[in-house]
């Protein structure tokens, strides 16, 4: 990439000043709001995150309170936005700021970088938008629209190619850093698209994008990846008592979804007879065995498809634990994977 982007500062600054919308985190710049949204954000829409947002400050207005709330009433906070290991920084982070820096967040790029779950793109979105650091904030969109107006075909999945477009970002950081970030993020997200036409008509770079030009929008940007997506089949057993309450286990405290609660699953289909034997090495010998339907859910780099039963018990056993609808909905986290099966 080695077309200079010095020309998309003014324009670029001008569309946000005129067209920018008006999103409950960009009403202050307290460091806190920004940084609980850009959490938010990464691998989730905006219209996604806003009942989010709203309901997590409602409940943990600062860091302190973030500092010191319970693992699972987090956990409840995030039920549904996924990659559950953000939320758990969050925690982390909010106990390293109120130890180590009196509750105050740090203002410096190179001091935020530091913190549990906060990467270089984090860290350049708050120095730049919180404290007018001269810093880039380069996530997937910086990369599409720097993509097209270079006309790169680098492959914007390799760190190297990040690092490139991080550097030449780095050379030409307007004073207004932190709109000029906020600014690029919005345009790739509303007007260079990443998926269908992007919609050039309305864009403010228009006359300096080489791919717009040379007709290449569909090709670019270059998107490889060698990482191969794995497959996993489960079979999940939504247990209910002649009460009503339905059994829920803790997963792990590492892996994927650790610290979540779940339905009782076991690897793998299984004809009846296998699912009866299963239910009874649990001590939860069925009335009832009854399929009720199959579902995928997609994870970063592994799908699981899913096929769910629904059992019913006369007597249920200390293994799980056994909680109501009203419980299981206000009071445990249960990530959307086995949401979809009840």
């Not at 985190?25 to 920004?34: C, F, L, S, T, V």
């Not at 860091?63 to 709330?69: F, R, T, W």
């Not at 509303?190 to 998926?195: G, H």
Request: charged share 25%; hydrophobic share 40%.
């Amino acid at each position: 990439m080695s077309k200079s982007l010095s020309p998309i500062v003014e324009p670029l600054l001008n569309w946000f000043d005129q067209s920018k919308r008006e999103l409950p985190w960009r009403r202050d710049k307290e460091p806190y709001h920004i940084w609980i949204s850009e959490i938010m954000l990464q691998q989730t829409r905006i219209e996604a995150v806003m009942s989010y947002y709203a309901r997590f400050l409602e409940a943990l207005p600062d860091i302190e309170s973030l500092s010191k709330v319970d693992d699972d009433a987090l956990m409840k906070l995030w039920e549904g936005l996924g990659y559950y290991s953000r939320a758990r920084n969050l925690k982390k982070t909010a106990v390293v700021i109120t130890e180590e820096y009196g509750g105050e967040f740090p203002q410096a790029f190179i001091e935020l970088k530091k913190l549990p779950g906060i990467g270089e793109y984090t860290a350049g979105a708050i120095a730049s938008i919180c404290f007018d650091e001269k810093v880039p904030a380069v996530d997937g969109n910086v990369l599409r629209v720097i993509a097209r107006v270079q006309g790169s075909r680098d492959n914007v999945l390799l760190p190297q190619t990040k690092k490139s477009v991080t550097e030449q970002l780095g050379k030409i950081m307007p004073q207004r850093s932190g709109a000029f970030n906020e600014a690029l993020m919005e345009l790739g997200e509303l007007v260079c698209l990443p998926n269908g036409a992007p919609l050039c008509e309305s864009c403010p770079l228009q006359e300096h994008c080489t791919a717009y030009k040379k007709g290449l929008t569909e090709q670019i940007p270059v998107r490889v990846k060698k990482m191969k997506r794995r497959r996993a089949d489960k079979s999940v057993f939504m247990i209910t008592d002649p009460d009503g309450r339905i059994a829920i286990e803790k997963r792990p405290d590492t892996g994927l979804l650790s610290g979540m609660y779940q339905l009782p699953n076991v690897e793998g289909f299984h004809t009846d007879d296998e699912l009866q034997e299963i239910l009874r090495q649990w001590k939860s010998a069925p009335i009832d065995i009854v399929f009720t339907k199959e579902a995928k859910h997609v994870f970063t780099h592994i799908d699981w498809y899913m096929k769910a039963y629904h059992v019913t018990v006369e007597e249920h056993h200390d293994r799980f634990i056994w909680v109501t609808e009203d419980e299981l909905k206000n009071s445990y986290p249960l990530p959307t994977a086995f949401q979809k099966l009840l």
